[in-house]
């Protein structure tokens, strides 16, 4: 018998409880499902810097953005984002952004977020 779509939410939240109560974050999960349930997860540890952090303080002053990246709080299209990471192999979207009061996770524009780290000052 097949996995659920159902299931399979079912199965990453309880995964990503357990993880989360062990002191990791998830930056990013995903799923397959059918026959058999499929799981893959990047995490770190919740004191330590995400692979895109690092990518953020390695890479950010290349790609046109200041030192003080990490962590900022900008606005695009009238929301908060907090700037969370750099992943320079992701072209289109390189930025992880991270909505502010909602949590939800994702990918911004180079150019949208110099422009928005302007618009700051």
Known sequence: MAVTKVEANKAQQIVREA??????VIDRNFASYGPMLRLTLEMHKQDELS???????????????PDDALGRTVTLGGKA???TGLVPSRRKYPVDIVEVGTGRRMKSTISSITEALKEAK
Do not use: D, K, N, T
Not at 19 to 24: F, P, R, V
Not at 53 to 61: E, F, R
């Open 19 to 24: 993880l989360e109560s062990a002191g990791y």
């Open 51 to 65: 692979p895109a952090a690092v990518g953020l303080q390695c890479a950010g002053s290349s790609y046109g953005l």
């Open 81 to 83: 984002f907090e700037i």
